[in-house]
C-alpha cells in the first residue's frame, strides 16, 4: 500500500474487554514496530518485528500485551483484560530494514472505561 | 541506555520568524537521526533522515545537522508559517535498530 494503515482509529473499551489493533505496513517492509504514546508525551517502544519472528518485546508492559505477526505482513496486537492506563495512542511503524526511515501510520486511539 | 531530550518543550513565535529546535541523545553510537512531525489527534510525519555519515540534511525550508560527537541534532525552520504549528520529535535508531528512542518533542505554535 501507499504507507502504514492502521485500525480502527479509535476504540472505546469497558474495563475488562479485550482488543485487537491491525496494523498493515508498507508492502515489502521487514521491520515493524509497535509503539505506546500517551497525552503529551513521545512515543515508548513496546514490540519489533523482523518479518514474522517477534526479536523485542521488552516495551510490552505486562502479559496482557501480546503482538503477532504471522506471515511477515500485517500484525495485530491484542490487550487482553484492558485496565484505565491502557489508555493511549497505539503507533505502529515500517520499515526496508531495522534501522533505515521510519513511516508511522495514523494510529488507533484507545480509551478504556 | 539510550536517552533523547529535546529543547524547547514548547515554543511560540509570529509568522516568519526563523527558529532551531534542539534534539539531545546520549549515546553517540548512532545510524542516523530522524525528526518527526505530529499533527493533533494523527500519527507521526517523517520529515528528515539523517544518516551518520551526515552533517546535514535539507527539505524545502527545513534544514537539519547532526553532531554525533557532541551528541547533538537541530532542526532550523526556515520564514515559519502557521501551517508549520504541530509538535516536532526526534528519534534515534538503538539496539541495532530493533528499537527508536524518541524524544518527548517540542510544541511548535505559528502565529498569524
Known amino acids: 500500500g501507499a504507507g502504514v494503515s492502521q485500525s480502527p482509529r479509535y476504540k472505546v473499551a469497558k474495563r475488562g474487554q479485550d482488543v485487537a489493533l491491525r496494523c498493515d505496513p508498507i508492502?515489502?517492509?521487514?521491520?515493524l514496530f509497535w509503539y505506546q504514546q500517551a497525552l503529551g508525551q513521545g512515543p515508548e517502544f513496546l514490540t519489533y518485528?523482523?518479518?514474522?519472528?517477534?526479536?523485542?518485546k521488552s516495551g510490552l508492559p505486562s502479559d496482557r500485551f501480546f503482538a503477532e505477526r504471522p506471515e511477515g505482513s500485517v500484525s495485530t496486537l491484542k490487550i487482553q483484560r484492558t485496565q484505565q492506563e491502557d489508555s493511549a495512542v497505539y503507533l505502529c511503524?515500517?520499515?526496508?530494514?531495522?534501522?533505515?526511515?521510519?513511516?508511522f501510520g495514523q494510529g488507533t486511539r484507545l480509551t478504556v472505561v | 541506555k539510550q536517552e533523547v531530550t529535546q529543547i524547547p518543550a514548547a515554543l511560540s513565535v509570529p509568522e516568519g520568524e526563523n527558529l532551531v529546535l534542539n534534539c539531545s541523545f546520549t549515546?553517540?553510537?548512532?545510524?542516523?537521526l530522524q525528526w518527526f512531525r505530529q499533527d493533533p489527534g494523527k500519527g507521526l510525519t517523517s520529515l528528515l533522515l539523517?544518516?551518520?555519515?551526515?552533517r546535514e540534511q535539507t527539505s524545502g525550508r527545513l534544514n537539519a545537522s547532526l553532531d554525533k560527537s557532541s551528541g547533538r541534532s537541530t532542526l532550523y525552520i526556515a520564514a515559519s508559517q502557521p501551517g508549520d504549528s504541530a509538535t516536532y520529535l526526534c528519534?534515534?535508531?538503538?539496539?541495532?535498530?530493533?528499537?527508536?528512542?524518541f524524544g518527548p518533542g517540542t510544541r511548535l505554535s505559528v502565529l498569524p
Open positions: 511503524a515500517s520499515s526496508l530494514v531495522g534501522d533505515t526511515e521510519a513511516f
Open positions: 528519534a534515534v535508531p538503538y539496539n541495532y535498530g530493533q528499537n527508536f528512542v
Open positions: 539523517i544518516q551518520s555519515s551526515q
Open positions: 518485528f523482523q518479518n514474522e519472528a517477534q526479536l523485542d
Open positions: 508492502s515489502g517492509h521487514v521491520s
Open positions: 549515546d553517540s553510537a548512532i545510524y542516523n
